[in-house]
């Protein structure tokens, strides 16, 4: 069976949290595609022209144990502006989608680009407050000394950037669910990303 579950929305609104519980309880693979914008950064930073690095992408690149850092988001935002970044990824992320018994797709354009006919998508956001705080407290549980305000704006940066480029922009596709978790626990989000999908795998 393909099943495709696109979800989208803006930095660290619980898109990776939700996606990964709704892998684990459907049984479906799971595909941060903002990994794969991170990776690029990351290389980047190492000097690497990005389209090059995009071309030449290799899985242990998606092993590298700086992405999870704030310049490494920074510099995926970046790169993510390039239009021959974003088509070198394409094809692995549409064949991701189409693997049997189903797959989840968290990022920016999975609803609206790269599967637009998914067969759910929701939209995840929270209020910036919201999101900044729950990304201060996952960095300080990391070890970065960072403060809120930093968090906030760096979020809001890139947000901004990721809404304005003109490939493959930040928003919502027209058929999603809007899903703001700014005031749900991790579990109430999840089971209404649950009870969406059931709507649809049962109508
Ligand atoms: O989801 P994330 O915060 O790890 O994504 C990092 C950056 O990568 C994000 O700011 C923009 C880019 N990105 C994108 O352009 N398209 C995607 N599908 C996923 C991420």
Redesign the pocket.
């Known amino acids: 069976m393909v099943f495709t579950l696109a979800i989208d929305g803006p ?1 660290a609104a619980g ?1 990776g949290t939700i996606s990964k519980a709704v892998a684990a309880h459907f049984g479906y693979a799971h595909l ?4 794969l ?2 990776a690029v950064g990351q290389r980047m930073l190492a000097g690497e022209e990005p389209i090059e690095a995009a071309r030449s992408l290799a899985a242990e690149d998606l092993e590298h144990p700086d992405l999870r850092t704030v310049e490494a ?1 920074q510099a ?2 970046k790169v ?1 502006v390039i239009p021959e970044v974003r088509a070198a990824l394409l094809d692995f992320q549409r064949t991701f989608a189409q693997r049997m018994g189903g797959a989840v797709l968290d ?4 609803g609206t680009v790269i599967c637009p006919n998914a067969d759910v998508k929701l939209y995840v956001t929270a209020s910036d407050e919201a999101r900044a705080g729950r990304r201060h407290k996952e960095l300080q549980e990391r070890g970065r000394d960072i403060s809120f305000e930093t968090v906030l704006a760096e979020l809001q940066e ?1 947000d901004a950037r ?1 809404s304005a480029r003109s490939e ?1 922009p930040l928003k919502p596709a027209d058929d999603a669910v809007l899903l703001d978790t700014s005031d749900l626990s991790i579990d109430e989000a999840v089971a209404r990303a649950v009870a969406e999908i059931e709507k649809k795998t049962h109508a």
């Open positions: 930095a898109k941060d595609t903002g990994l914008y991170r988001a995926a935002s993510a990022g920016r354009d999975i890139r990721d493959a």
